[in-house]
T-cell receptor, first 117, second 113 residues
Framework: GAGVSQSPSNKVTEKGKDVELRCDPISGHTALYWYRQRLGQGLEFLIYFQGNSAPDKSGLPSDRFSAERTGESVSTLTIQRTQQEDSAVYLC???????????????FGNGTRLTVT | KNQVEQSPQSLIILEGKNCTLQCNYTVSPFSNLRWYKQDTGRGPVSLTIMTFSENTKSNGRYTATLDADTKQSSLHITASQLSDSASYICVVSVSGGYNKLIFGAGTRLAVHP
């Protein structure tokens, strides 16, 4: 079956431009997460969706970052007025949560590598 | 403060040798602990999950342990292979609410021939 799909796989943009990153989770997965991973660093939490709602957006670094999810499926992470420090790999993950059981694993996409020049 | 610390930060071993990676956490209340493997240029993939009542769990050449009293976990890799070269990430789930996930910074393992 299809895994988590992210697009584009690579994005080069000029400082000050807006970018949109897309995540297609595994069908039926209710929970969706966005992470940022700078070169050689660990994963940094950005936002969590349960269905189409985002009960935890505490990791978004500034108001230039926003995300939405529609149809309990596709999610888009938007970065406005990109800065060079936004350069990183942006990873999306999804998982199925049933009856308050949180033991299921995250399924990650391979990320979007964003380079801001 | 909920934190997950992994050691060593990086490790180089020769093919065929064993190694052990460490994860210490201060997460409370604890729900579960999971180890992920992240190959270069790829997203992390789950290796194993440890719940409160489990002490040891094996997945092929990978064996995870959990000591809930000392809040420590280890991942032991036996007879390492070149394909084991990757980052290994420890993730602890906080019980309650939506079970927030606390990520360690990972251990970067390089297996040399």
């Amino acid at each position: 079956g299809a895994g988590v799909s992210q697009s584009p796989s690579n994005k080069v943009t000029e400082k000050g431009k807006d970018v949109e990153l897309r995540c297609d989770p595994i069908s039926g997965h209710t929970a969706l997460y966005w992470y940022r991973q700078r070169l050689g660093q660990g994963l940094e939490f950005l936002i969590y969706f349960q269905g189409n709602s985002a009960p935890d957006k505490s990791g978004l670094p500034s108001d230039r970052f926003s995300a939405e999810r529609t149809g309990e499926s596709v999610s888009t992470l938007t970065i406005q007025r990109t800065q060079q420090e936004d350069s990183a790999v942006y990873l999306c993950a999804s998982r199925f949560i049933r009856a308050s059981s949180y033991n299921s694993p995250l399924h990650f996409g391979n990320g979007t590598r964003l380079t801001v020049t | 403060k909920n934190q997950v610390e992994q050691s060593p930060q990086s490790l180089i071993i020769l093919e065929g040798k064993n190694c052990t990676l460490q994860c210490n956490y201060t997460v409370s209340p604890f729900s579960n602990l999971r180890w992920y493997k992240q190959d270069t240029g790829r997203g992390p993939v789950s290796l194993t999950i440890m719940t409160f009542s489990e002490n040891t769990k094996s997945n092929g050449r990978y064996t995870a342990t959990l000591d809930a009293d000392t809040k420590q976990s280890s991942l032991h890799i036996t007879a390492s292979q070149l394909s084991d070269s990757a980052s290994y990430i420890c993730v602890v789930s906080v019980s309650g609410g939506y079970n927030k996930l606390i990520f360690g910074a990972g251990t970067r393992l390089a297996v040399h021939p």
